[in-house]
């Protein structure tokens, strides 16, 4: 410990003999580093506070009929690549702050200053952005401000356009594309049906197969019906060949019969074998299907009908042997009648077997292509479904992208829409009155500790450069010689006397520094409470 003290002990005086320049530099240093921080402009800052609001009554209106961006992430991402290169460029040309600049190099080192001063400070979630800008030149601070303002609000809706003229310049591009592929789909499903027209399916979307089984029971239900037919001809056949073979008997014993009873029974074969027919029929449908199904209430029908036939028929038989009952020339009509009666229903039979012939000749011709088909029916089915299939992804494509560009015309026509987002300017740009910088009484601090820290370095450079032995100790440990003597200095009252001026002289010219920067300080403390007032 004694020898650290000794150190610093012997550091001291070393510094010590060096005072006078030291304190010299000291004042130097001191005298140029507040004219320097005086000298520094004041420099004013102009701000302006921009909110944006994104809530808007429209959004939940058109919400699934237009795509809304999310404007909160594009206002936001925004606002951290607004001081860019080119929208400082932008911010040069509208505040005329490049009519001194000669050069590019001058451009350049203009655009490069104001990246860097220039700042954009955001709250967070309540979209308020603040501007920023600080600036010697009031009007020049101003102006930079609203251009900034401009551009904030400019890029922002700029670039939401700009999306959307894109997006709609790609989606006119693809559905051109897609249109040409439908119409080229439709071309080959249209030669498809025209070159298979006889093997098309069936309705309800049957195949070959389901074709042949419709074919086949509509030719068995033909051809019962024909049997039918055949069957009631036949029997109005042999009545007619009866009633034409027996003379007037059978005449005069109708004729006797209607005397007797004019009310009794009269014989309708034709129509009797019919319901025969029908009834069976009913049984058979009955035994496989309900009461319900389409084929049971037709036969149903169909059977009522005949009984409504032949009730007419045999009312109109009744009527015409009441006629002339008990005459000769009443049962030769009623014979006429009769014979008349069976003629014409042999020849509504035989018109009937004949369209029911061409039917069924039809439906067997139907058949068997129907059947000759189901070899290269496979083929045409998978053919088809290819086509088809083809077809409604195409068409589902293309729809897809006709109401993905009436979308998007919507959401651009949405964000032009007033009130979609609105930037409202809280702050209009302004410019403080109170410098913002420098802070002149930091700097003159700082100038008073530069200078004071230069005097005392320049104090200890010396001592160490020209050292000087202050004791016979420190005079043996550096030489390592034997010290023979000391001679000592007999200081007198002249020598004292210089000595107290020096150091008299050396403390006024400290306090002087001191005090002068003291007064500095309260100078600018004072001016810069004025300007704040």
Do not use: C
């Amino acid at each position: 410990m004694e020898e650290l003290t000794r150190q610093i002990t012997t550091i001291l005086r070393g510094m010590w003999k060096h005072r006078w320049p030291a304190l010299i530099l000291a004042w130097v240093v001191g005298i140029v580093g507040t004219v320097v921080v005086l000298r520094i402009p004041n420099s004013y800052e102009a701000s302006a506070r921009i909110f944006v609001d994104t809530q808007s009554i429209l959004k939940p209106l058109m919400s699934g009929l237009a795509v809304q961006p999310n404007i909160d992430q594009q206002v936001s991402m925004l606002s951290r690549t607004l001081i860019s290169r080119p929208n400082i460029e932008k911010l040069v040309r509208m505040a005329d702050l490049d009519l001194k600049s000669a050069t590019k190099a001058q451009q350049d080192a203009l655009i490069e200053g104001l990246m860097k001063t220039v700042q954009i400070r955001s709250t967070g979630r309540d979209n308020l952005y603040t501007l920023s800008y600080a600036e010697a030149d009031k009007d020049r601070a101003k102006r930079v401000i609203q251009s900034m303002v401009s551009i904030f609000v400019e890029s922002s809706l700029g670039a939401s356009r700009k999306d959307t003229d894109s997006a709609k310049v790609f989606l006119d591009e693809q559905i051109k594309t897609y249109e040409k592929q439908l119409e080229e789909a439709e071309a080959r499903l249209k030669e498809f049906r025209m070159r298979n027209i006889d093997n098309q399916l069936g309705g309800e979307g049957k195949d070959a197969a389901g074709r042949l089984g419709e074919i086949s029971q509509a030719l068995a239900t033909a051809k019962l019906e024909l049997r039918e037919a055949e069957d009631s001809r036949d029997a109005a056949k042999r009545q007619m060949q009866l009633a034409q073979s027996g003379g007037e008997a059978p005449a005069a014993a109708a004729a006797q019969s209607s005397a007797a009873e004019p009310q009794g029974n009269f014989s309708t074969p034709e129509i009797d074998a019919r319901l025969e027919a029908q009834r069976r029929s009913l049984d058979g449908l009955l035994q496989r299907y309900t009461d319900l199904h389409p084929d049971v209430v037709n036969t149903r029908r169909l059977i009522k009908d005949l009984e409504d036939q032949k009730r007419r028929e045999v009312a109109e038989l009744r009527k015409a042997a009441v006629a002339a009952p008990g005459t000769p020339q009443g049962t030769s009509t009623a014979g006429s009648v009769i014979a008349q009666e069976f003629s014409r229903m042999l020849a509504t039979s035989e018109v009937q077997v004949a369209a029911l012939k061409a039917r069924v000749a039809e439906y067997t011709a139907r058949y068997n292509a129907a059947k000759g088909g189901l070899k290269i029916a496979p083929q045409i089915e998978a053919e088809a479904a290819q086509l088809n299939r083809d077809y409604g992804i195409i068409k589902r494509n293309y729809e897809s992208l006709v109401t993905r560009r009436q979308s998007a015309t919507m959401s651009g026509e949405l964000e032009m829409a007033s009130g979609v987002v609105d930037f409202r300017l809280i702050d209009p740009p302004r410019v403080s009155p109170k410098p913002v910088s420098p802070n002149r009484v930091a700097l003159v601090s700082v100038v008073l500790a530069l200078a004071m820290a230069a005097g005392l370095g320049l104090a200890f450079a010396a001592s160490q450069l020209r050292p000087v032995y202050m004791d016979a100790q420190q005079l043996r440990e550096k030489t390592g010689l034997p010290l023979l003597g000391v001679v000592g200095m007999v200081v007198n009252d002249d020598v004292r006397r210089r000595d107290r001026m020096a150091n008299f002289r050396f403390a006024a010219g400290t306090g002087g520094l001191l005090a002068g920067f003291l007064m500095v300080l309260v100078t600018v403390s004072i001016l810069a409470a004025r300007q704040a007032g």
